[in-house]
Every structure is written in C-alpha cells, then in structure tokens.
C-alpha cells in the first residue's frame, strides 16, 4: 500500500520508465493499449475511458524533456523512476511515485 490515498474518487494510472522505455514511450504505450481494449470493449468503459482521458492530456501537457532528464538520472543513481498519474476531480496532478508518497505523509 502506498501513501497516496486509494479514494473511489481517485483514478489512477502507474508508469514504469526504465532504461529502454522513457516515460513517453511508456505513456504512449499505455495510451494504445488502453484505447485499443476500450474498443474491443474489454472493460468497464466509463472508467478506461476517463484514464484514456488522463494519459492524453498528460501526453498533451508534460515537458517530456524535463521528465526524461529527470528519469536517466533517478536511472543512473539507482533511484526508482515510478511515476504516477492522479485524476481527483477535474484536477490531473502528476509525480514521481515517491515524491508524491512523500507530500502525503
């Protein structure tokens, strides 16, 4: 259990960046992925539909440049480079895993 809350009313969506796959990728990833099975119908689709949401809009919005840095060096110095998309709301907040488990505390 981590510490960000696990609310109904929380979405949320787990990236694993790793040294062949950055964060984009991974978003990206996840996006098809998600979208493709929201089609087939292969889930409850108002929640799949609302994370496909999320990853666009984080997809839209994040400076991937920053993030990739910020990865190869969590990568580098054997720090865990998770990263996690919160949906409360209308309000889409996005972090690094740990950090974000640490303003929770």
Known sequence: ????PEEK???RVELHPDSDHCLETQARKAYQELATAYLRGAAE??????RIDMLWE????ADFR???RECER??????PA?????RKGDSLEWGFLDELEGRDR
């Open 45 to 50: 689709e108002e929640e799949m539909g609302k």
């Open 1 to 4: 259990m981590t510490g960000i």
């Open 66 to 68: 920053s993030l990739r």
């Open 82 to 86: 998770d990263f996690v998309l919160l």
């Open 9 to 11: 009313d929380i979405l």
């Open 58 to 61: 984080f997809l839209t919005r």
């Open 74 to 79: 969590r990568l580098r110095q054997g720090f």
